[in-house]
């Protein structure tokens, strides 16, 4: 091969073609290049080494998470709905309702993401449509899907999503009628505050159920509104708690609720480096709903300020006691809830930490306090992190402050296994470290094992929002 011939491979290997344009490869794209100079950023102004192994390669899998996170604004409603319009036939006049004409379909539990404009953290969106038929025609049923995915891919709030739903189902549909009710959560705030994380564990998500409705679901009074929203009850949906015609609580982002009462002291370079990732997903800084929006995440992340956490070791042993070594038996420390942030792509992880060790017969397992481990799960938790390193590093910290044999579980939810585009609703992820007795002794392991088991090892609201 040529040398011109080898260069044209190169260039093509570099560039995608699309529609007869050139279009520059997604990593040399210009709005994928500033948002990876604003995460080289905000790294340092976490006092991160961004070439560290490990994290040099973050600022570019957060630009492709955040682009691929956002990318309802360069998707149309009408592509995905024209071609799936199908014919089907109603019920004679006069003798029912069914098929194509006057017969209410629902459609429920499709598990959607979205980036809270407020904060820009993903939150969770459990999307119920009904709509009624009319002109003798449905809509293909993935295209539901389709349609909420649209406009969750954008920086929004619960009630002008579900609105953006409804009414664009009634524009291109032209059904009857069209009722969305969306379940959405998100995830709180942590705090530094070991009495914020307790509480914080007790209320692990703000949850939000709003609705939209047009045309026979315009009023949600209505006995059409009340069958759709029996369908729901069957699923499990608490329609109590239904915000209706609009009625949503203001300021449900947890980061809205909490700015009163700490803001960190603002780096004008860290907000200008938030405010130009906005811009590089096609939005608009100015907008009033996201001119605070740069200081909220700001916020968020410097929970997990490099080494902003002390951890106060008093020194412990429990093997002995008057100076003679007991017999030791199992102690357990389980559900203890910890938050963090993936350092591959920036974004919350959260779950709970179980931990067992051997405490000689006769002494007191509270001599170790559970403030104390706690802590320590709590300043490994308060960094950029992953799962395996901080599952290890609670073992090796606790390890001889019980005497060497410690057995560590943690159970943890990444929104980067759902809100990126891989969609994995419901998965999770456990890691395992274990030091000294609990190597060798199965049993040992089987009988902590065990006792996580029968304790209701992961509480529902930990890792499933909704």
């Avoid at 200008?272 to 992340?301: C, Q, Y």
């Avoid at 106060?312 to 938050?339: A, P, S, T, Y």
């Avoid at 395996?388 to 943690?410: H, W």
Wanted: include cysteine; proline fraction near 4%.
């Amino acid at each position: 091969m040529g040398a011109l011939d080898e260069g044209h491979l190169n260039l093509e290997l570099e560039i995608g073609m699309k529609n007869g344009f050139i279009e520059l490869a997604f990593e040399h794209q210009p709005e994928t290049l500033a948002i990876q100079d604003a995460v080289k950023l905000l790294l340092q102004g976490l006092g991160e080494d961004v070439n560290r192994e490990g994290i040099k390669k973050t600022p570019f899998r957060v630009a492709k998470a955040l682009r691929e996170g956002t990318r309802g604004y360069k998707q149309k409603v009408k592509d995905y709905v024209q071609s799936a319009l199908f014919p089907e036939a109603g019920l004679d006049e006069g003798v029912g309702q069914a098929g194509g004409v006057g017969g209410l379909v629902v459609v429920r539990d499709l598990d959607h993401y979205s980036y809270c404009e407020s904060c820009l953290l993903p939150f969770h969106v459990r999307c119920h449509i009904g709509y009624v038929p009319s002109g003798k025609r449905v809509l293909g049923l993935s295209k539901f899907s389709r349609v909420t995915d649209v406009f969750a891919k954008r920086l929004q709030e619960p009630q002008r999503l579900a609105d953006d739903i409804c009414s664009a189902l009634q524009h291109w549909v032209k059904p009857s009628g069209v009722a969305v009710v969306l379940q959405c959560s998100h995830i709180h705030f942590p705090s530094v505050d070991y009495e914020s994380l307790d509480s914080l564990s007790r209320n692990g998500f703000v949850k939000l159920l709003v609705s939209s409705g047009s045309g026979v679901f315009e009023d949600e009074s209505s006995d059409l509104w009340g069958e759709f929203l029996s369908f729901l009850k069957f699923k499990g949906v608490k329609t109590q708690a239904l915000c209706r015609n609009g009625g949503t609580v203001k300021e449900w982002c947890p980061g809205v609720k909490s700015s009163s009462k700490f803001s960190p002291e603002e780096d004008p370079e860290m907000v200008s480096a938030v405010v130009s990732i906005l811009k590089s997903l096609g939005e608009d800084p100015s907008r009033k709903e996201l001119i605070a929006t740069p200081t909220r995440f700001l916020k968020w992340m410097m929970n997990f300020q490099k080494a902003n956490l002390k951890m106060k070791l008093n020194g412990f042993n429990c093997v002995k006691v008057n100076g003679e070594v007991k017999e030791k038996r199992l102690h357990c420390e389980l559900n203890i809830q910890f938050w963090s942030m993936c350092e591959h792509h920036l974004l919350p992880f959260y779950g709970v930490v179980h931990i067992g060790y051997f405490c000689a017969e006769g002494s007191n397992p509270n001599s170790i306090a559970s403030s104390l481990i706690k802590s320590i799960v709590h300043f490994y938790g308060f960094k950029l992190q992953v799962q395996e390193r901080m599952t290890r590093q609670i073992a090796e910290t606790l390890s001889p402050l019980v005497g060497g044999d410690v057995i560590v579980v943690a159970e943890a939810g990444h929104t980067c296994m759902i809100s990126r585009g891989i969609e994995k609703f419901g998965s999770s992820t456990a890691t395992i470290a274990v030091l000294g007795r609990f190597l060798s002794d199965n049993s040992a392991r089987a009988a902590f094992l065990d006792k996580v088991h029968t304790t209701t090892a992961l509480k529902t609201d930990s890792i499933s929002p909704i």
